[in-house]
């Protein structure tokens, strides 16, 4: 009840809603079947809350876990004692716990167990109480030539080096030392000698000192990666003669020449032990608190691109480019399937053109295709103004970002789905069926691979995994999936199923046909009745019959619904085409235990619109005539764009040169913003003005603001080495809100 009391004040919400949320977590439900089908127990607890509440119960219970084995090894040691047992159980943190520990911990030998052997401590407790006396004749009465100290300096060596160890493992120093390198302490970074042209993308951080209470995530792990590159010096410097003033004020408690003593083992114990051991701890947590923020932004970037709009059952080509290879093309059918691929050579002259024009057209006629796709990459604008060119009546033509797709076509899946295939044909068939359904061909692909974020390799992987697997499973369950045409790898991510389930299902559907209805899914070999109530919800079924069995009505309020049809003297399917007879339902006569308002109120609005897609409605983009290469742009285009990426410093666009161009935070709107997400969502349409382009660099800054203007604003500072293609850094916070404040007074 404590830990649900501590998460019910820090997310703000009751610690009963806390209470039932674990217990279902621990029953086995899962977030998106909390959120959707349990509000009445949670109090409407959306998503976000669920996943919160399950991450720190798993943090607690992990800190619990450590108190105990602690207590445990204490207890085998004889040095448990009430006082020492309360501050463990009142520790709130695991960092505390440690350093409560830390002087119990069983440990190496150290100049301070050496000292502890010859029988010095005694001398070090005299010299730690600062009482009057002389230091030098109390030290002679430790000469003991037999256990290796041959004289009183060599005994107030030993004293001094157990007090170090002393001060540098008590609790309450640690804290405060900590407290001051993370709020007043400072990156410096300063590049290895010989390595300056080596590590030319690390310019910007070849003599830098930055604050680590206020380093931006991207920055602390530029540094990171060129420390281990071996191309910089990476220190973490507090103020020192604050950190020894701090250790004096707690340590040092009288002025004489014991306290000189204990004033020697303090400089010692900060520069040998406590230093080390602080710029250790702050390294990894500033890389953890990096860690986050980095991952925070891939994740949300991957939501994105995993709901961007999709074209939906179309026939259609895809094609992925190539100059020298030709291009690979495919036609598709409304499911997906591969019809035919050929390879086409647009590139090659004027009969490599005027074939490829021909074999295009015989497709389209072929197959009534409705829209070609074509990827982004290596010839991709010229394929398109290549295929824009020909006479194909009203076929829709769309430019797909194709990250990943490489990734895919080389993949098990992509060879167990096209095993007669070569990597090319794979390649895009992807292309086409992403532009179809977005989310359901990027989950084959890792979400490492797909183009959005920053540092994703240089993040706690584990971490990244568990973000990244959450945000699959709640684009994909937030969408719906159809049971019948789903892939395995989608299904996988269905609520109460996963991989071994997935695959099950696709195999009872290749063998007894389309389920007919979601109660056929109990004869699915071990899917049994916890799994089949956490899914069920979420998976579709067109054309069923029961008209709820392609909605997001759960099976279990089936009856309820039916017996509002009975009580308004109509057809399920009558309530679900009449607004008129769902209006008149008298909500309130069917509130039960179970049942709330929450849960009515959803049930009407799917009624209104049974397994609507949330995702907006697809709308074509075509980049601008002529623009195709970065050599082709000018200062003040004004060109429309996608947004491929999002960071904390700014948005990456799509201007179709094959080189993402730069909206820095403070050239995304007039107003002043502290996140790129408050205004835009990877895969936005937006237009976009050239400021600044550099060819040799292949550097592109764009804005978006209102009359913009050319500008220096990406000639300052920069992380080089913080992106992939070549992408600029931001400014400081202080240059930003500079900026802000002349936009605000200009």
């Known amino acids: 009840m404590d830990h649900f009391i501590k998460i019910a004040q820090e997310l703000g919400v ?46 607690l219970r992990e800190l619990d876990k450590r108190r105990e084995a602690i207590i445990k090894s204490l207890t085998d040691l004889g040095k448990l004692t009430p006082e020492l047992e309360k501050q463990l159980n009142e520790a709130e943190t695991m960092v505390t716990l440690e350093d409560i520990y830390l002087p119990y911990r069983p440990k190496r030998k150290t100049r301070a167990s050496v000292a502890r052997e010859k029988g010095l401590q005694p001398l070090a407790d005299l ?24 004289n009183a300096a060599e005994a107030l060596a030993g004293a001094r080096d157990i007090i170090a160890e002393t001060i540098s493992e008590n609790a309450e120093a640690r804290a405060q030392m900590r407290e001051l390198f993370l709020q007043k302490g400072s990156f410096q970074s300063k590049v290895v000698p010989g390595k300056e042209e080596a590590g030319i993308k690390y310019k910007d951080y070849f003599d830098w000192t930055e604050p680590v209470a206020s380093a931006p995530s991207h920055r602390v792990l530029a540094m990171r990666r060129g420390e281990k590159e071996e191309i910089l010096w990476l220190d973490i410097q507090p103020p020192e003669e604050e950190a020894i003033d701090l250790l004096e004020r707690t340590f040092v408690k009288a002025n004489n020449p014991n306290s000189l003593q204990v004033k020697l083992a303090l400089g010692d114990s900060y520069k040998r032990l406590l230093k080390p051991s602080m710029e250790t701890e702050v390294r990894l947590l500033t890389k953890k608190k990096a860690d986050e923020e980095a991952i925070r932004v891939f994740a949300e970037n991957a939501r994105q691109l995993l709901l961007a709009a999709p074209l939906g059952q ?11 290879t030709g291009c690979k093309v495919v036609a598709l059918n409304e499911q997906g399937k591969l019809l035919e691929y050929t390879a086409i050579f647009p590139h090659t002259g004027a009969g490599g053109q005027a074939e490829a024009g021909k074999t295009l057209q015989q497709l389209v006629q072929k197959y009534q295709t409705e829209a070609i796709a074509i990827g982004n990459g290596t010839a991709g604008r010229e394929t398109e103004q290549f295929v824009r060119g020909l006479n194909l009546g009203g076929v ?9 797709a490489s990734i895919y076509s080389a993949s098990e899946v992509a060879r ?3 095993p007669d295939q070569d990597v090319t044909v794979r390649g895009a068939v992807s292309i086409g069926r992403r532009l179809m359904d977005p989310l359901a061909e990027l989950v084959k692909i890792d979400p490492k691979s797909i183009g959005v974020g920053q540092y994703q390799h240089d993040v706690d992987q584990n971490k990244l995994q568990t973000s990244l697997d959450d945000t699959v499973i709640s684009a994909v369950n937030a969408v719906g999936v159809e049971l019948n045409t789903a892939s395995k790898q989608i299904l996988s991510y269905v609520s109460g199923l996963g991989p071994q389930l997935a695959q099950n299902i696709v195999e009872y559907r290749n063998q007894n046909g389309a389920f007919k209805g979601r109660d056929q899914l109990k004869k699915v070999p071990r899917l049994g009745e ?25 099976p279990e309020r089936y009856s309820l619904v039916e017996q509002m049809a009975k009580d308004m003297n109509c057809s399920v399917k009558d309530l679900m085409s009449d607004s008129k007879l769902r209006a008149s339902i008298p909500l309130k006569k069917y509130i039960s235990e179970t049942v709330g308002l929450p849960t009515l109120n959803d049930i009407m609005a799917e009624l209104a619109k049974p397994g609507l897609d949330p995702r907006e409605k697809f709308e074509a983009f075509s980049f601008t005539e002529g623009v195709n290469e970065i050599s082709d742009l000018k200062v003040g285009m004004k060109l429309p764009g996608i947004v491929t990426n999002i960071t904390n410093f ?3 666009v799509d201007i179709g040169v094959h080189q993402d161009g730069l909206v820095h935070l403070s050239q995304i709107t007039n107003r002043y913003i502290k996140d790129p997400n408050e205004v835009l969502k990877v895969h936005q349409q937006v237009m976009v003005t050239v400021t600044e382009v550099d060819v040799n660099r292949k550097r592109i800054s764009l804005s978006m603001k209102e009359a913009a203007a050319p500008t220096e604003v990406n000639k300052k500072k920069r992380d080089a080495g913080s992106y992939q293609k070549n992408k600029q850094e931001p400014e400081t916070d202080l240059q930003i809100k500079l900026a802000a404040l002349k936009n605000k007074f200009r």
């Open 14 to 59: 009751s610690s009963k809603q806390v209470d039932t949320t674990v217990g279902l977590l621990d029953e086995g439900a899962t977030v998106p079947f909390i959120s959707r089908y349990r509000k009445e127990l949670t109090g409407s607890l959306d998503e976000v809350q669920v996943a919160a509440i399950r991450d720190r119960i798993q943090q």
């Open 127 to 150: 010299l730690l109480a600062q009482e009057k006396g002389d230091p030098e004749l109390e030290a002679e009465k430790y000469i003991d030539t037999e256990k290796g100290v041959n």
């Open 314 to 324: 179309k026939r259609l080509i895809a094609i992925d480019p190539g100059f020298r």
């Open 396 to 404: 829709t033509i769309v430019m797909v970002n194709e990250s990943g």
């Open 416 to 418: 167990e789905e096209f």
């Open 530 to 554: 916890k799994a089949f109530e956490q899914a069920a919800g979420f998976l579709r079924i067109r054309n069923a019959g029961n008209p709820l069995d392609a909605s997001a009505v759960h």
């Open 650 to 652: 700014g948005a990456f």
